[in-house]
């Protein structure tokens, strides 16, 4: 670890590089796969609902959907990429190479996070940008869409840090994906909104941390949002924080990263 208060910007921009250009190599699997399964959801959906529901918070069901849809493809990829950074470096022992050149807890956490955050959002970008050909995508806040882009694709990195610095073979890392990241996902209004839900399950899905991801950044596009979009935009930061944190303090205690 880098004892020098000074930033190491040399060894950060480098580390950074490496988790980029790692995902960059492999394009069609990391970039290309996700546009394509995500087009598939949307044309499965509008397809199977489309006539059905025609039209959810005053817009057409698909110009609904594909925000969340989006978002989904974001914090998906963003989750992949640092968890099975970590989690290959760990199984194939040159974990040692991230851990033993002069960076602190704090330049790892960055370098690693942020590189799974652009992956999240190179990939929503080429998403949105695909689904602006099928769909009607107004913009209703520019801001507001960027926050939640960039805010969500860091909260899933940050928790594929964490869940592959955890984890001790794959099917650790497969059990996150499986009864953390899709359950939330799914059940965070992306294919619908928690208006239509009991009052009761509305009042559960408040406390999902997902809901807001894709609450704000529907709201970004269209300008409906199930709850207040500040809240969203105060959780989103206090659980970033929240995240950065725990995934800073396993790398400076070395948390199932050393010997």
């Known amino acids: 670890m880098n004892p020098d208060s000074t930033a190491n910007w040399i060894g950060l921009w480098t580390l950074y590089l490496r988790e980029v250009r790692r995902f960059m190599k492999v394009y069609t699997q990391t970039l290309m796969a996700p546009l394509v399964t995500t087009l598939l959801f949307l044309a499965i959906f509008s397809l199977a609902l489309g006539r059905a529901v025609e039209t959810v918070g005053g817009v057409p069901f698909t110009q609904f959907l594909a925000p969340g ?119 965070s209004g992306t294919f619908y909104s928690i208006e239509r839900l009991p009052e009761a399950v509305q009042t559960i899905a408040f406390f999902n941390p997902f809901f807001y991801t894709i609450d704000g950044f529907r709201y970004g596009f269209i300008g409906h949002a199930d709850s207040e979009p500040l809240v969203g935009l105060a959780v989103m930061a206090a659980i970033d924080g929240a995240l950065w944190l725990a995934c800073h303090r396993m790398f400076a205690s070395g948390y199932k990263l050393k010997a």
């Open 69 to 187: 849809l989006i978002m989904m493809a974001i914090a998906q990829n963003a989750f992949a990429n640092t968890s099975s950074s970590m989690m290959i470096a760990k199984v194939q022992g040159n974990i040692v190479d991230t851990l033993m050149p002069p960076l602190n807890a704090h330049e790892l956490t960055f370098a690693i996070a942020i590189g799974g955050a652009t992956r999240g959002v190179l990939v929503g970008a080429v998403v949105g940008l695909a689904m602006a050909v099928f769909v009607d995508l107004p913009i209703h806040h520019a801001g507001y869409i960027v926050f939640h882009a960039v805010a969500a694709a860091l909260m899933l990195s940050l928790l594929g840090t964490m869940g592959g610095i955890w984890a001790d073979r794959f099917d650790h890392i497969a059990a996150v994906t499986n009864f953390v990241v899709m359950p939330l996902s799914f059940l």
